[in-house]
């Protein structure tokens, strides 16, 4: 079996735009950081934050103590973000920028990590370390993580396949950031101004 390229398994993390300036300087902060953002804005849903704080995991960890990135763009969650279902507020697509980064990076930087095989709060899914590593495209189904459509009757276990994280406890330096993706050239051109890191359009990768 041969090992994977870890520096070829992609990392998506989902902020607003004006958390940019603050992520620059600071990087990706957890909220009880030294470094965290104070006028942080959120574009998830604060129910399922406050949950994930207590869901503890199998390492005695909580789950609220790890940073959650995707291992893909165009997920659910960014589905109920643009149209402000659950409660969360709507957001438009062009204020939604994806902080990229990939697995390699995060070793390199030293950080604790984990990873899992479906949405992290889900019944059926399990969490993973650094001895499943070389294993990481047998347990997470990228299948999954790259459809289009996440509602199948023949597959109801589609979409929490497709939600797999991988999460990374404290926080993640600039330079960890490899770059960022947004939904249209009027993104790019506000992102210019901020930095000289990569900054990709991909409508693909919104809805």
């Not at 998830?44 to 609220?64: E, H, M, T, W």
């Not at 990873?115 to 590593?133: I, K, M, P, Q, S």
Request: net charge neutral; proline share 5%.
């Amino acid at each position: 079996m041969s090992l994977p390229d870890l520096s070829k398994i992609r990392l998506f993390r989902m902020v607003h735009i004006s958390n940019i300036p603050h992520i620059l300087e600071h990087g990706i902060t957890h909220m009880v950081s030294p470094n965290k953002n104070l006028d942080y804005k959120s574009i998830g849903d604060g129910s399922l934050i406050n949950y994930r704080n207590k869901f503890s995991i199998k390492n005695g960890r909580k789950l609220g103590e790890y940073i959650p990135f995707y291992f893909g763009p165009r997920m659910p969650m960014l589905f109920v973000i643009k149209n402000g279902f659950n409660g969360v507020t709507a957001t438009p697509q062009s204020d939604i920028i994806y902080c990229v980064t990939n697995i390699a990076t995060v070793i390199e930087y030293r950080l604790d990590w984990c990873f899992t095989d479906g949405h992290a709060v889900e019944r059926f899914t399990d969490f993973y370390f650094e001895n499943d590593l070389d294993n990481i495209e047998g347990i997470v189904d990228f299948k999954a993580v790259k459809t289009k459509n996440w509602i199948d009757e023949n597959d109801l276990d589609l979409k929490r396949r497709m939600e797999a994280e991988f999460l990374v406890v404290g926080d993640i330096p600039p330079a960890a950031i490899r770059g960022f993706v947004v939904y249209n050239e009027d993104a790019k051109a506000a992102m210019a101004l901020l930095t000289q890191k990569p900054v990709v359009v991909r409508q693909d990768y919104y809805f």
